[in-house]
Nanobody, 123 residues
Framework: QVQLVESGGGLVQAGGSLRLSCAASGRTFGSYHMGWFRQAPGKEREFVAAINLSGSRRDYVDSVKGRFTISRDNAKNTMYLQMNSLKPEDTAVYYC????????????????WGQGTQVTVSS
């Protein structure tokens, strides 16, 4: 089992940047594929980015490609989401997730979830 805690959210102007972090408990972080999801008010939760165990594979939803970068540091039990060129439509609660299966990009949401961190982008 793994517990996840997100941080780094906040209020930023359009065009700005934020870096989200997801800290995992336990000594098995390196055995989980990781992902970021987001949910805007009144909308379904959507996949944002995923990274495999070693970091050699990274998938993104089309709307964030070229702007967001997912990464992980297995020695620090932490995953990151660097968000640049933020847009108002990026406003959402961002969640990190962990799974033994690399299935987040294809809609598999089974796994462990954090509580979320709010990102608000003003125009």
């Amino acid at each position: 089992q793994v517990q996840l805690v997100e941080s780094g959210g906040g209020l930023v102007q359009a065009g700005g940047s934020l870096r989200l972090s997801c800290a995992a408990s336990g000594r098995t972080f390196g055995s989980y594929h990781m992902g970021w999801f987001r949910q805007a008010p009144g909308k379904e939760r959507e996949f944002v980015a995923a990274i495999n165990l070693s970091g050699s594979r990274r998938d993104y939803v089309d709307s964030v490609k070229g702007r967001f970068t997912i990464s992980r540091d297995n020695a620090k039990n932490t995953m990151y989401l660097q968000m640049n060129s933020l847009k108002p439509e990026d406003t959402a609660v961002y969640y990190c997730a962990a799974s033994k299966v690399f299935g987040f990009p294809t809609g598999n949401t089974n796994g462990y979830w954090g509580q979320g961190t709010q990102v608000t982008v003003s125009s």
